[in-house]
């Protein structure tokens, strides 16, 4: 199965470990990665900013550049929702309407991917020690796949599973309204990071790096004994 990695913005600038274990991951489960090296933003920062016009020059280069994919997959729930989008941004233009839904019909999350398409739930995976996990919004409430991430951590050997208190509620990034409200966003993210001590475990998983980078500032700040992993960094461990 040959699938198109679109890495992401964060994870290409700050998390490449995160793109590194998404591809060996992968090909552990027998696809065959293509990365498209002319791929940039997918155009969500101007776009949730009101920039629309601007939004639209990226999403028109994000369709040419993986118009060839079979399947394009992320390890970002956020930047998938934004593929998804596009159907809705270019409806009634000739010229993209068709081509934005395609790539929003062949686009994944990672662990969405690996559940519905790959259909495996255990991936052979081995991390030992106590973890929660970070439900991200854009995943849960617009891409709406809950259950996918769960239901691989609970695969993994050794891995013990503890709920979040309130998991579903937003860490504050927001991507630019973490910019733009940074005093709620603050106090977004202190109420989660009380969440997380509470859960009293070693491991913060999440599935968005925005999400994980906000969370995991704060909790550094705090100096808390908590470490903070991308959900592909966790299934691609083997003991």
């Known amino acids: 199965m040959k699938v198109s990695l679109f890495i992401t913005c964060l994870s290409d600038i700050f998390y490449g470990d995160v793109g590194k274990d998404t591809v060996e991951l992968l090909e552990k489960l027998g696809c065959d990665i293509d990365f498209p090296e002319a791929q940039t933003c997918c155009g969500q920062p101007a776009y949730n900013s009101g920039y629309v016009s ?103 050997e050794g891995l013990e599973l503890v ?37 009293n475990a070693d491991i913060l998983i999440g599935a968005d790096c925005g999400c994980l980078m906000n969370i995991g500032g704060r909790i550094s700040r705090e100096n808390k004994p908590v470490k903070v992993m991308h959900i592909a960094s966790i299934l691609n461990r083997q003991g």
Not at 65 to 72: G, I, L, M, P, S
Not at 178 to 195: D, G, L, N, R
């Open 54 to 156: 601007d939004a639209r020059k990226s999403m028109k280069h994000m369709i040419e550049v993986f118009e060839h994919a079979d399947y394009v997959v992320t390890p970002s729930g956020s930047c998938a929702t934004m593929f998804t989008e596009y159907p809705n941004v270019f409806k009634g233009d000739p010229k993209w309407e068709d081509r934005a839904i395609a790539l929003a019909d062949k686009t994944y999350e990672l662990t969405q991917f690996i559940v519905h398409v790959l259909q495996t739930e255990d991936v052979g995976a081995a991390y030992h020690a106590k973890a929660t996990y970070h439900t991200s919004c854009h995943m849960s409430r617009l891409l709406n796949e809950r259950e996918a991430p769960l239901k691989l951590l609970e695969q993994v």
């Open 163 to 199: 709920s979040l208190p309130n998991a579903h509620d937003c860490c504050g990034f927001g991507g630019t309204f973490s910019v733009k409200m940074p005093e709620i966003s603050e106090q977004m993210v202190a109420e989660k990071a009380k969440h997380v001590d509470e859960a």
